[in-house]
């Protein structure tokens, strides 16, 4: 067959700025899916849900790909409908996902917005908030993974016979620049804005930014597709018929890859979704530090990837290079599960690993399968792969919570109130999962303090606190890290208020009786210390919650500074007894909209300190004490190495395969092979 021309084709400038055209597509979709992952201890607080109903939340996703078979009807329906329509309509449900997924979560559904009766009426073991977030979840999963398929097909379209894997490996790198986005900046962002949601919405607004992406690659199809139409000896597509299923599913070769894409995929994804968390209690990192930790991974795929494209299109070895990375997995997790080897290293290890294979796997499709029947089988093995991303978040939740059946200890309202009142120390257990204490080990341990209602009891006959009720209707008013160890009977002292706060509901402050000195500083060059109030304040309960504290600032004190972003430092100190004493302190990162005036809102800055001691406590409500200690990672992560050495045995069969079939997965990418239909 005579190649068929086309000048935006054969043009290197049009050609790339497409791929990154609708690589943005796919690096918008692993965005939203990893988004949630840093904010898993959030969640937790905020919705009262356990890793596995995490797990549940992760694995919706797959729900339509794995058990309405979505991928592979999506498949199909590209092969039938072309790319235009199919992606329209799939990349559509997926920012409708997304939006769904955040309002969800939104404050306003928490408060008894729109559905949250509805979705309070059924399942009530799970709340509201979880609920609606798994609907969107599906919804998302539902034109996610036929998005991808789209994606993958337009670069075939526009790269066979090219640079295919190089382009395979460029579109990749670019979505693993989402996932790393994503894991880097999302807890950042939860932390920084006055809700901590805006970053789940931060991200479906990406979605809708990329649907509009699709919009404008659909121009730039329409003229290739008059372009290649007016070629010469140009062969019809063949209708798809369900002989092609067949034929998939009788190649050898076909199935040793899609069973390496379900191995592979369901090492990395699950664990990726799990991985801040991990790091968070296994290395005693904070939130923020264990999200940008974790994204080293996808930093070192995002220019990887590409690499390892550029070589299978020069050298070939696909098959080699998948079963070293297979390897490279398995070794890994090992490494996270069963020793405290340097975590960076062993991300960036896993980032090479996680790079090599889909560089090398999915160009080798085209190589097995004939073009007019890349969408189904692309099809096929994304509903495949979504079988481990649906069964794997799930197992890996439920294997955190049956291992770790003693992370959490209520303390009843007399130790709690005796604790807190006179700001005693007391002690706690650390304890494995055969209830023995874990001696002498360092760790970070969380304390939260609740407030309820007196209808919250202590059930004297069972001894077990209401811990559903509490997390679910109390309201947390402190909550902190320490870093300590466990004796030689596994138990740890806790202070109160001596450790690094998390949060702090700042309504319980008790700072509006007396009068107050606050002090703002900058670390902008140069500039120095100011008192912006000129003096003392007085303010009242109802106002606390959110002081905006606007003001021109006289002196110049900002000049020059406009549209730029600095850090001030709030600090409220006690003057009423002959001495300073520190209440709070928080800081905020701002802009200067206006060069002589800024807002800030007391209480949605980082918290640098909160003085235990000026709580202020209410006598008509009962208080609970939760202590938190690190979940045990060990066995969830020992699953995902078997799975890597499960994958480690396909490849080697696709290798074997390979030989005797003749497809040329070890040949470079322009290497002449007969493919077989």
């Not at 706060?501 to 402050?509: A, G, P, R, T």
């Not at 200067?592 to 300190?609: M, P, V």
Request: hydrophobic share 45%.
């Amino acid at each position: 067959m005579e190649q068929i021309k086309s000048a935006l084709k054969d043009s290197s400038r049009v050609r790339w700025s497409i791929l990154l055209l609708i690589a943005s597509v796919q690096a918008a979709n692993y965005y939203f899916y990893d988004a949630l992952s840093p904010l898993k201890r959030l969640m937790e607080e905020s919705f009262n849900i356990t890793s596995s109903n995490y797990g549940l939340l992760v694995a919706a996703y797959s729900i339509p790909n794995t058990f309405l078979l979505m991928a592979v009807l999506g498949g199909v329906i590209l092969d039938k409908l072309g790319i235009r329509r199919t992606g329209f309509l799939f990349v559509g449900m997926m920012a409708i996902g997304g939006l769904i997924t955040a309002y969800g979560a939104s404050e306003y559904f928490s408060n008894g917005g729109f559905g949250f009766s509805l979705f309070n009426s059924f399942l009530t073991d799970y709340s509201p908030e979880l609920k609606m977030m798994i609907l969107g979840r599906f919804f998302f999963g539902l034109g996610a993974e036929t998005s991808i398929v789209v994606v993958s097909k337009v670069i075939v379209k526009w790269f066979k016979g090219k640079e295919l894997a190089l382009a395979f490996g460029m579109k990749i790198g670019l979505a693993r620049a989402g996932s790393a986005l994503a894991i880097f900046f999302s807890a950042e962002i939860a932390e920084s804005a006055s809700h901590w949601t805006i970053a789940i919405w931060f991200a479906a607004m990406l979605l809708l930014i990329a649907f509009l992406a699709f919009i404008v690659y659909t121009i730039f199809d329409v003229k290739i597709d008059k372009q290649l139409n007016k070629g010469i000896s140009i062969k019809k597509d063949e209708g798809f018929s369900f002989a092609d299923l067949r034929k998939l599913i009788t190649n050898k070769s076909f199935i040793y890859v899609t069973l390496l894409c379900l191995t592979f995929y369901s090492a990395v994804f699950p664990f990726q979704a799990f991985s801040p968390d991990f790091l968070l209690n296994k290395f005693g990192m904070t939130m923020t530090q264990s999200g940008k930790i974790a994204s080293i991974l996808y930093w070192v795929t995002m220019f990887a990837t590409p690499l390892f494209g550029l070589v299978v299109d020069k050298f070939g070895k696909s098959a080699t290079l998948m079963i070293f990375g297979a390897i490279l997995i398995t070794v890994v997790h090992l490494l996270f599960a069963l020793t405290y080897f340097n975590p960076v290293v062993l991300l960036v290890l896993l980032g090479i690993a996680i790079a090599l294979v889909p560089a090398a796997m999915w160009p080798s499709v085209a190589k097995i399968v004939p073009e007019y029947r890349i969408g189904t089988a692309y099809g096929a093995m994304f509903s495949i792969q979504n079988l481990g991303l649906f069964a794997v978040p799930i197992l890996a939740g439920f294997i955190l919570d049956g291992t770790n059946k003693f992370s959490s200890h209520f303390y009843t309202p007399i130790q709690t109130n005796e604790i807190i009142m006179n700001n005693c120390k007391f002690q706690s257990n650390y304890l494995d999962n055969d209830s023995m204490p874990r001696i002498n080990k360092q760790l970070i341990a969380t304390t939260y303090i609740f407030a309820v209602d007196d209808t919250v009891k202590w059930e004297n006959e069972t001894g077990k606190i209401l811990s559903n009720k509490i997390e679910n209707e109390g309201q947390a008013i402190w909550s902190e890290h320490e870093d300590t160890k466990t004796n030689a009977q596994g138990v740890f002292d806790i202070f109160p208020g001596k450790g690094k706060i998390l949060s702090l509901d700042i309504s319980y402050l008790n700072i509006y009786s007396e009068k107050y000195l606050i002090n703002i500083e900058t670390n902008v060059e140069s500039k120095p210390t100011f008192n912006i109030f000129d003096g003392m304040l007085v303010y009242t309960p109802d106002s606390l919650d959110r002081i905006p504290l606007n003001y021109n600032v006289e002196d110049d004190i900002f000049s020059g500074l406009d549209s730029k972003k600095f850090e001030i430092e709030v600090n409220i100190t006690d003057t009423t007894k002959g001495q300073n004493i520190l209440v709070y302190q928080e800081s905020h990162d701002v802009n200067c909209k206006k060069e002589d005036s800024i807002k800030i809102y007391l209480g949605k800055g980082d918290i640098k300190f909160a003085n235990i001691n000026y709580i202020d406590w209410d006598k008509d409500k009962n208080y609970f004490i939760k202590v938190r200690t690190p979940l045990d990672y060990t066995i969830a992560m020992i699953m995902f190495a078997i799975l890597g050495v499960i994958g480690l045995f396909f490849a080697f069969l696709l290798k074997r395969d390979d030989k005797t079939s003749g497809y040329g997965l070890e040949l470079p990418s322009n290497a002449k092979v007969k493919t077989k239909k």
